[in-house]
């Protein structure tokens, strides 16, 4: 062995060893972070509530004689404010958690649900949802309101998922190139069929799709609220019997296969609940892209992959993320809001193409 | 169990469309045994060890695991019972070392397991990369890090329901000399406890030392099969690998091949004719 040789021998041996933080850790971290955001979020807005008006606000303590505000404040904070922060961090939690899945479905860091056409997908089926609900078609669908539009747009994310597999994978194996390239024809397919619905949509319609699609959580009422709570409570629920799985499917499907997990049934699951959380979203608030893959690749760099920490972390960071993004949509232009979709875009674009650039060997293309 | 072979393989064979990818093959191991698998490439060598992991379904024959049909049990119970070192196995996320080999441990909790984790991980000689990211390593270090999971899965197994059997798909291609032995020595420890193990190898000097029994195959069939003297012989390797090639003996009688006397025999041929 020469000296270089040597040298090299021991700068590969120090170099690269990796500390991952404390379980307990990382969960109070991101409770405390999402506790901060949505505190931020409660204060902040056309109608402040100050910090030291919150607890009267909230009905914890009884409101200051000299607070002519507390009627206001409750009112703003209990049917607007805490009702759209509650969407923001369920929508959030479960867009992380979805990309968190996909990505370890399709062995891909690159796999986002709304960059490959799955939220394009559901959207599609939710705008068609809209138009059919409006139509003379209405009584067929009548039995399903208020769970038409997440349902229609499950089922839309749900078949956008399978196609892409089916096309992507061969033989326990996932062609990346060919899974983002097929996933940009599908979301092209989906947008030319939203296009299609804007197009003979009447004018009715045609402001309720424009205004869903726009992806604002200003619509937020404690009945959305309401109808998207299971989806999560099922998407963390679901994500008990994943973790294990997808570590292991990572090596491969028949790494996955020879170390006892039954790899269909995990696929199953996991597509289902992708499309659930995705559509859920989608029903809510339109397409908000890049959520689901940002939060897991920042997780990734500080937890390490484990998909044990990772889907639950994703969950977390997810909900602060989208709580303190809508908190930002709602002010940075007030009295306007802009739409939340256009700041999920400005921060998640660079970070995907981060990503990109630094797998640029992996990816082959 | 002794007289009673683990993995019995009856008349086996896959065909894929028109291509015969594997034809009638007979195979059944004893627990403790040691087979390798030789052979030219696309001799099917791989392709009858994925249907011994239950990877593949036979179009043919059947395979019986332990008396029972070896599709019959379910994939976890199938894998606290064999376990299998895939050819190319490819880590995409940034898993450490201890993160990968923690994986062999299939539905244990981590306590109970964490000991069999650390002694895998010494005994293939990665202690000092336990913290480092997979992707990160060389080749040969990827195997061992892989070769460590497998040992777990099978330690975990065998505590379980006894003596299982290890499957070893070239898992010595990215290794160096002083690795490659290794390998064989830590395989053949196993095998002493009980454990059947069958391993697909290239080099053939290898297949000799690692072996009690070497299977020959050529186009999807055995071509030979017997102990390492009454397979490696010139005749079988001519007839198999189409090149001629000196075999001497080694003290002990094992049969060992000289490299710098291979020839292919159509080269030969045209110089003696």
Known sequence: ????????????????????????????????????????????????????????????SAADPGNSFAARDQLILWSIRIPRIAIAAMIGGMLGAAGAIMQGLFRNPLADPALVGVSSGGAFAAAGAIVISDSRFAHYVAFLQPFLLPLAAFIGSLLTTIILYRISSRSGRTSIALFLLAGIAIAAIANAGIGLLVFIADDRQLRDITFWLLGSL????????????????????????????????????????HSGVDVERLKRICIVLVSVMTGAAVSVCGVIGFVGIVVPHLLRLMIGPGHRLLLPASVGLGASLLVGADTLARTIVAPAEMPIGILTAAVGAPIFLLILLRQRGLVGL | MADTP???????????????????????????????????????????????????????????????????????????????????????????????????????????????????????????????????????????????????QLACGEAAHGPGILLLDEPTSSLDLRHQIELVEISRQRARSGTAVIAVLHDLNLAVRFADRIIVMRSGAVAAEGTPSETITSDVIRRVFDIDVAVARTDDGAPYLLPQMMQQIATSTSVTG
């Open chain 1, 1 to 60: 062995m020469t000296a270089a040789d040597a040298k090299l021998t021991a700068f590969v041996r120090t170099k690269g060893r990796v500390r991952r933080p404390a379980t307990i850790a990382v969960l109070c971290g991101l409770s405390a972070a999402l506790l901060l955001t949505v505190l931020l979020a409660a204060t902040v807005g056309a109608a402040g509530i100050p910090l030291s008006r919150l607890p009267a606000a909230l009905g914890l």
């Open chain 1, 218 to 257: 200003s619509g937020a009422t404690w009945s959305k609220a309401a109808t998207i709570a299971p989806m999560l409570a099922l998407g963390l629920i679901g994500m008990l019997f994943t973790s294990r799985g997808l570590d292991v499917l990572i090596l491969g499907e028949s790494e996955a296969f």
């Open chain 2, 6 to 152: 683990v993995l019995i393989a009856s008349g086996i064979s896959l065909t894929i469309g028109q291509a015969t990818l594997l034809n009638h093959v007979d195979l059944a191991i004893m627990s403790g045994e040691m087979i390798a698998i030789v052979g030219p490439n696309g001799a099917g060598k791989s392709t009858l060890l994925r249907l011994l992991s239950a990877d593949l379904r036979a179009s043919r024959g059947a395979i019986t695991l332990k008396g029972r049909d070896l599709h019959s049990w379910s994939p976890a119970e199938l894998a606290m019972r064999r376990a299998m070192l895939s050819q190319h196995v490819s880590v995409s996320f940034p898993f450490t070392v201890e993160e990968v080999v923690q994986m062999g441990r299939g539905n244990l909790p981590l306590a109970s397991a964490q000991s069999l984790v650390d002694a895998a991980i010494d005994e293939v000689g990665l202690g000092d990369f336990r913290h480092r990211e997979l992707p990160t390593l060389s080749g040969g270090e990827q195997q061992r890090a892989h070769f460590a999971r497998i040992l777990v």
